[in-house]
DNA sequence: CAAACAAGCTTACCAATAGTAAGCTGAATT
DNA sequence: AATTCAGCTTACTATTGGTAAGCTTGTTTG
């Protein structure tokens, strides 16, 4: 059996279905920043501005699309504590769902190095 | 102690660079098109026009790219058959090594269908 | 209690990335 | 010899992301 049969097969027993919800999902976890704030909502919920703070680089538009997105799909709820301004996101249970995706790619990281060496030299 | 710090101690003593390579490492594989190419890369070796035929929507342009991107960081060799117009990609063992990851989104959509549903309803 | 400020967005504009489609090269087929 | 087809490349358009400013409403402060 071929590898990437066995991988279909261990999501479902239809390969073009498994393989077309595996390429939305990926899409969507690949999304710039997405698994970035996923990761920095593992750590469990936290406001808007905690969020643009610990994640360098990110814009209040790009956060809140995401944010946005996430919540679309149910992987994050939007708590607004009425009283004040306050606003805190929270992972679903889904949402929690991705920790062992996140914990995957740390050890890939670990054991790897990341991605930042881009060995261009070969263009001359 | 916190999740987001256990996470980041599974990876390096040192939490900045392990979020920094981490960032680098998720924007790269989640660049468009990259896990599906790995994805179907982790069958074994596959020709540019297998690869383009299995990956339903991909540009040349794109599958090229991205093609060149994962050489360039040493996670696949592109192998020219001198005879003839045949070129074969095959992941290294840094690009096998992604395998884990590919698994983990394997499972998770197994487990939760996908990101296919959108859910928007909620805005009125 | 009015002015200033700050959180959490929204909007507008420009840059970068992706999609589309055509073309190009050179081996293989007819 | 002409055609086909794999494996790119190029040119152009569309979509997405970055930057920066502004808006709104609650909070603080004098």
Known sequence: MKK????????????????????????????????????????????????ATEIDGISDRLLTERLKELEAHGFVVKRTLPSSRKVEYELTEQGIAFDPIIRSILTWVKANGGCTESKTESES
């Open 4 to 51: 990437t049969d066995e991988l279909i097969q261990s999501t479902q027993q239809n390969g073009q279905v498994a393989c077309d919800s595996f390429h939305a999902t990926i899409e969507f976890i690949g999304k710039r920043w997405m698994g970035i704030i996923i990761y920095h909502l593992l750590d469990g919920p936290k406001r808007y501005h905690e969020l």
